[in-house]
């Protein structure tokens, strides 16, 4: 008995002695246990009663319900004794005002534009639910033959051009999924089609994935995507004050003059409707891959199938509100940590966005609770629940553009929660610096169901379900931050270090009036421990960077990463590359330096007290933005012009070559051999200042 | 001009200079002039006369309409010359008497079970159409829950057992594909089913693959795949007459004691049958591969639908025919090439079989033609149409073992061209020593539409339609061969290299009444030139093989394969092997020495005149046959147990280390040691007879 006790001792001052990055000394121990207390503070029944209030109302952007949400917000945040205030801006927002879909031909149906109500559920009944729109769709009414185009994809249009099937003055018809809605447009533009009715496959998201409500959680035939089609990848935001904060008084340019806005007459449509409508599609039976889940076999058109689509909406330029609240640090309020998602929604929006904003809600009135405990966090934490993010992440850009100067200088890290939960997998993108990060929070956090970490979790369901532990040397995939949340405008314009979090599962209700409590609370999460599990996570992530003694950024991964993509550019245009007397020999010895430096920052880690080693991300922005795309800054990421959310590594550099402007290419490769100089001086600094200090 | 006609003299001398593996000398160009001639006789209107005439009424093994298209392929063969006779046999067949299908829960439904009929084609409406059918069923009538269980194969019944399934006592539901339906019935008895239902998957034949009929070639909702269910891989024949011929006054064993008699009653369905009962399946959702192309979400059951089924069939020992004829060499008439294929239909079978008869009977004229012309073959070559293939291969098996001592002297080569024109690709399967004969004989005759030969095509083909020609180093992918046609008892059980030839294309017509002329002319080859292209092809290799000095096979190819299956089962049983003291060493040692005879026969084989080559094949096989089914001889390749048409090499080892027996896996790999040795002792015999002779 007595060796047992020893062994216990032993192991738990082993546990006690442990490292915990970006703390030092006793500080590690003191954070330890201010964490464990922090864990035991959110409630799923809080999460639950938020996300309960949250969704009563369809509650778009601009509308009253979403004041109301905004100003349910402001008040828990206050009730938890934050500095809470609402800030407003005002934005173009269109409104559904007509939105009309006939087939002409072969034969006439006018379809009806409202999902499927249920008995069991009052939520789908509101009259104040959006009709099938796609917002920021240009008013027009169009008639043509349809053509299939697959996922819309640059790709697609050119197969059927092999085909021989020409889409120009037809209304295409493009399924969801592979590239974000507005991307499908902007395609479709392109290649000349004059109208594009885009729909939910039930490949993608309906039976051939599972049950479908009300049996399961996936979409059925009845329930449509809405989203809009904002040409995000010109720039995210009010179309009318690019680039700079849409105050009430700010000067506006003309909607002609927006290049954000597109201009082929859109709208979704759920699969039954698509179903009478590529049923009646003549020519080429489509190739295998372009084969959805309808039971019959795809036809590219163009025709029989006619359709007539009219689209007009209510443009206004409308107030939205911004909620921040404000936990104020001890030692340097000025620095700070912000915690961000929106809360405006299509309709109700439980899983998209509030379940991010119930974890935020909760997560604010823990954090609270435990400096009323005496916890002292360093640096400020900042929550911030953004509006109007469904039209163009613009509660969140007007924000970071009127704050821009604050931000570069103060702002140590943004963390997004979104999507918060729509299932039980967890899965995060972020800059590569943050890997390790998000690494060691979630090991500190269980998951609610098996009692192992989330980091074990998360590792056993990216390895196929590995029934075995993972080795002590894993690493999970963390993904990289394209577009499509609130992020954009902290990482791409701002360069400040960014994470996005979620749970992920069977969610085939996203933009539907079916993304509701009831949903929730029977398809996703009754019981709100995924919910309250998020709250651990992002309270962790919170606490630790808001106290750390140095920053836990690690520039090794990056490093690594950059030096991926370099190769990989040069894997898929080696000989295009060289013929056009182009090479990364330059680039490739400032990443070396890189390296190196990185490496050094990493060893000496523990002595980079009070150093803000967050500005070398800022070093990877350049003034002048991404080539015909000035608002996007940084050099290393963005999201893929034709991919819209997702993230397009060296987008300078890949998208130049894609279109073959190899003077622009060359351009890009100075910038960024400028940009990696900038960190190495950056790094340099810290070094210097880091020897003076210790 | 001079220089060019020079330059084409020169040309035209290098193109009559060339090679022909297997003649020598002036025989060499002899050679190719007769095939030029032979090339330019089949005619695809005689084709189409042949195939209109064979499919003119439904004729199962057994039938009237059966023996008529045996006098019909009879009375063709003798005008044109050939020495034509009907060899019958006597065969246990089942006739379907009473087949019903009945829903009993949650809802009552008597399914209709005849294929859906077509106004423009009277052979949908022909009375004598065997109903849903699946040959050998036991008799019987259950009813029970149902379970679906993807496509039956044994790791489909280990994931039900995981997800806490139990089918015993159940009626199980697969779909057909992937293993011979005969495979499903008994793996079904295996894991304790009273009931088995084999259905046609939308995805695997029908409307996700393309368009159904009428509009397109693929399987409507209404079609249905008969077939055997006969225990094929317990051995193929006459049921009651295993290993010796089915003659009238044959003793003959019980029902009882045929261990190829399946156990569990089973029958097939349409997908709009089998929509019906999956659709009211509850239980968990399947995993993600097996769902199918129904328009929802597959569930496993089992139940709520619960199914009543009842087979009665009339088991008779009935009378078969096949047409055997003779083209008589002039050399050596007792040694033979055998051409076959059989003329037994489901129901008028347009593609399967009489594609391939309506090749044999053309190519037969072909041949004769040319022999009244002067052409003198110095072997016999054998025309077979074989009875009862579809029961269970019983026509071609009866007369193996019949014919057994003078085959296992003198036959040369089997060639098998069963589902001769399903649509435009090439494809073979052969043993190993025949794959560069086929290479060559493909070379040499050209594609109807494209004007390339069809080995470019086949190439192209299998090189994701490259648009560049192969290079001249290139191989083909040629199959190897299971079981599912006639070549079964040629290869496995009398050791006779073997052949098997195709085209294929969108076939969703198997086995359904929709096989038929309307759908040949329609969907498949309406001007009949690729039959008429099989007939130039399948000419051209019996042409050679008749004629040549010396045979034209290479056992470097062989040797290879056979060391890749070792390494393969080295890699997949490494540590199970060692464990049980098991090693390839001996077996390896010989496989080296079997490898520099083959090169060495290679090197020297324009000096093999008269030599029988072929006769290395048999030393494959072995007496005693493969442990726990004792027909099978061959010890590289065999239709593989839980596979049925799929080839499993080195079947003896593979079974037994997949069942754990590792004695019988050591007296395999005796056995296998013993057939190489056998064989390096016959390459050794020709060596040394070579040096004699020349």
Known sequence: MKRVSFLLVFISFVIQAQNLTGFLGENTQRQIEWEKKFLSIPKSQNCERHLFILTEEPHPAGSEAGYKVAFYIDSVFKSYGLNSKIVDYWAYLPYPEEVVLEMTQPSRIKFDLKETSWLWDKDTYDDNIFTFFNAYSPDGEVEAQVVYVNYGLPEDY??????????????????????????????????????????????????MKGDVYPRGPWRPEGAVQRGSIYYMFEYPGDPLTPGYPATKDAKRISPEQAKSLPKVPTMPVSYGIAKVILENLSGPVVPEEWQGGLPFAYHTGPGPAKVKMK???????????????????????EKKIIFGNHHDAWVYGAVDPN????VMLETARALSELVKSGWRPKRSIVFCAWDAEEYGLIGSTEWVEDNYNDLVKNAIAYINVDVAVSGKNFGASAVPSLDRFIEEVIKSVDDPETGNSIFVEAWKNQNKNSSSNPPDTARIKIGRLGSGSDYTAFLDYAGIPSIDMRFTGPYGVYHSQLDNFYWMKNFCDPTFKYHETMCKIVGIALMRLSSADYLPFNYVDYADEVEKYVNQIEKNYGAKLKSNGIDFASVKEKLKLFKIYADSLFRIRNSLVKIELQKIEQKFTRKSGLPNRDWYKHRIYAPGYYLGYGSQPLPGISEMLYSGNFDAVKREIKLLEEAIEDVIKEMQTILKNKREVK
């Open 158 to 207: 050119e197969k059927l051009k092999e085909l021989g099937i020409d889409v120009r003055g037809k209304i295409v018809m493009a399924r969801y999924g592979k590239s974000f809605r507005g991307v499908k447009a902007k395609v479709a533009e392109e290649n000349g089609a004059i109208g594009l009715i885009i729909y939910s496959d039930p490949m993608d998201d309906g039976y």
């Open 311 to 333: 689209i007009k909406s209510n443009w206004k330029i409308r107030q939205i509100k911004n909620v921040v609240a404000e936990l104020r640090g001890f030692e340097e309020p």
């Open 355 to 358: 379940s991010g904003t119930a």
